[in-house]
């Protein structure tokens, strides 16, 4: 073939390959092509070409055997040239069994080049078996994991996915990236033949060489660790790296990263948009309360750095340290779908101004609180499931805040949730109950707003609030029955039998429902204030509310009713000198 003849191949990436087939040029075939139907097409020597047989060419009537004339280029399907019958043959003929099992033994880019020859060729090398073997083979997932965007990772059911091959699709989203599977990097290596096409993936023995290939700019950043236990690894994240398990059936259990002597993993400034996701990650210090350890942690967030973590289990056997601690100025993660449970110390410890985002996590089973927030911390935690606990569920204390949103708190050993000593949190349409002590714990100069929380089933007072406390609870319906000694109340809108207790402390409870309390409603006692207000609160065994020992809450638009003991209960004393409740009895 003359050099100016020949036409380079095309090459198809993977991201670029053709749903529908791609139409090709049919080269004329041999007069000996019908011979046989396996006979492949060959390309006949054309004649010399003459004036006569073409027109409009040169005055010359010979041409050069050696020099071809060019094919004029077919531009429509009315001008193809019937195939060769072997290639109808292996086109058309050739049973989708046969073909696919040549199929099966071509790697990833091997297949998009197939399918680029013909329709039923796209039709097949597409196939979802063909890509889930490939898939498994190189990701390990038995569902595909969906990467549609940077820091967002999902498992999905073939079944029930919007395109006809999740499998394909996935592998394209996840196909440049870092894989640590100790002991496969030699073997990857040393088989050039056998992985051709796979140049741009890259294999590690460890994850610290696989963060420092990314140090190195080897790839960009995505690194997907393989089934196995890596222990005592130097995990410092100070880039945007993006790491994800990569293993069968439930990823996180086959995962796991352990550390016995420092923090499993620590993030530090410059690890913005990190992203750690769907493994195990665990601190088991072979000296579980030695002091050395205080500062160590499985996950630690320092100043300015905003990680997101998803999926992960977390587990920390050191007395001294909790699993999680989210501390500094800056510090602002992303916790979802995590399960941080079974730690010897906190499960979540948010501290010096911190913040973050915490959705949907199952925190419990932990020997202190399931979260802790100090010293200004102020996080968003949304739909946490905290039960369990050995100690309180949520306790906020030294000037911590928060906002604290349709949480499933119950089963605390004390608390459900405690505030304390100019700790201010927002607590909104939580459910807290089943505590083994009370509910809501406000005391020590503690305050706090609790709205529309559904507040039940405690085995000691719903809402007990003491200490110079000063909480506001509103919109309670509650029992007509009230008790009185040398005061003159006035009660409006009451229909209630909460139990709540505060003193010294200036909380806000307002629009939640308390109720079935195994002993009263709301508890204001010890100098206790705050704003009670629109609670539904009833079906308590003692008084709905009771107000003691130089108390003064604003009581308002509550409805308080059923109580076994009575609505609103305020004893006579010489510390009352006037006790006066506004409304009217209902």
Request: proline share 6%.
């Amino acid at each position: 073939v003359h050099p100016h003849d020949y036409q380079a191949p095309t090459f198809v990436c993977l991201s670029e390959a053709p749903a529908a087939a791609a139409e090709v040029a049919v080269e004329e075939s041999g007069p000996a092509a019908g011979n046989s139907p396996y006979q492949l097409r060959r390309k006949s020597l054309l004649p010399k070409r003459t004036a006569s047989s073409t027109a409009g060419a040169s005055t010359s009537t010979t041409e050069p055997f050696s020099h071809r004339a060019k094919r004029a280029r077919v531009s429509g399907k009315s001008h193809d040239l019937p195939a060769a019958p072997a290639e109808q043959y292996l086109q058309q003929k050739l049973p989708d069994e046969v073909v696919l099992k040549i199929f099966s033994y071509l790697l990833e880019q091997d297949l998009c080049q197939t399918a680029c020859v013909c329709k039923r060729f796209s039709q097949l090398a597409n196939d979802p078996i063909l890509w889930k073997r490939l898939y498994m083979e190189v990701f390990e997932y038995t569902r595909p994991m969906m990467h549609p965007e940077p820091g967002r990772f999902y498992q999905v059911s073939p079944e029930e996915h919007d395109h006809p091959n999740p499998w394909k699709d996935s592998f394209q989203q996840l196909y440049k990236g870092a894989h640590v599977k100790p002991g496969f990097a030699e073997h990857f290596y040393s088989n050039p033949g056998r992985y051709k096409g796979r140049e741009n993936m890259l294999y590690y023995d460890t994850i610290e060489d696989a963060l420092g290939g990314v140090q190195e700019a080897h790839f960009d950043g995505l690194i997907f660790v393989h089934s196995g236990i890596y222990t005592d690894e130097w995990i410092y994240i100070e880039s945007p790296i993006t790491m994800i398990g990569a293993a069968p059936g439930k990823v996180s259990d086959k995962v796991v990263i352990e550390n016995t002597r420092d923090s499993t993993f620590v993030f530090m400034e410059g690890s913005e948009d990190a992203y750690v996701g769907y493994m195990t990650i665990r601190f088991n210090p072979e000296d579980k309360s030695a002091q050395h350890h205080n500062a160590h942690h499985c996950l630690e967030i320092t100043v300015n750095c905003s990680p997101n973590i998803d999926h992960c289990i977390i587990r920390s056997t050191c007395t001294v340290g909790s699993a999680v601690c989210v501390s500094g100025q800056g510090a602002c993660p992303t916790i979802k779908h995590c399960n941080i449970s079974d730690c010897e110390n906190v499960g979540l410890y948010i501290t010096d101004h911190a913040q973050g985002i915490y959705e949907d996590n199952e925190i419990s089973n932990n020997a202190l609180a399931g979260i802790w927030v100090k010293n200004h911390g102020n996080p968003i935690i949304r739909r946490n499931h905290i039960h369990h606990g050995r100690d309180v569920g949520v306790f906020t204390f030294d000037h911590g805040m928060g906002y604290f949103e349709s949480c499933n708190i119950h089963r605390n050993r004390i608390a459900g949730f405690e505030v304390k000593a100019y700790a201010n949190p927002t607590v909104v349409r939580c459910e807290i109950h089943h505590g083994q002590t009370g509910g809501i714990y406000v005391h020590e100069k503690g305050r706090g707003q609790f709205i529309e929380n559904k507040i039940y089933a405690n085995n000691f007072a719903g809402v007990w609030i003491t200490s110079n406390s000063d909480p506001t609870i509103r919109y309670a319906h509650c029992d007509p029955t009230i008790r009185y000694a040398h005061c003159d109340p006035t009660i409006r809108y009451a229909h209630c039998d909460p139990t709540i207790r505060y003193a010294h402390c200036d909380p806000t409870i307002r629009g939640n429902a308390i109720f079935n309390g195994n002993q009263g409603g709301v508890y204001i006692f010890g100098d206790g204030r705050g704003l009670i207000e629109g609670n539904d609160i009833h079906g308590n065994a003692l008084a709905g509310i009771q107000i003691r020992t130089n108390s003064c809450p604003i009581v308002r638009h509550n409805k308080i009713h059923d109580g076994q003991h009575g609505g609103i209960y305020v004893p006579w004393s010489k510390q009352y000198p006037m006790c006066i409740l506004f409304g009217k009895k209902h």
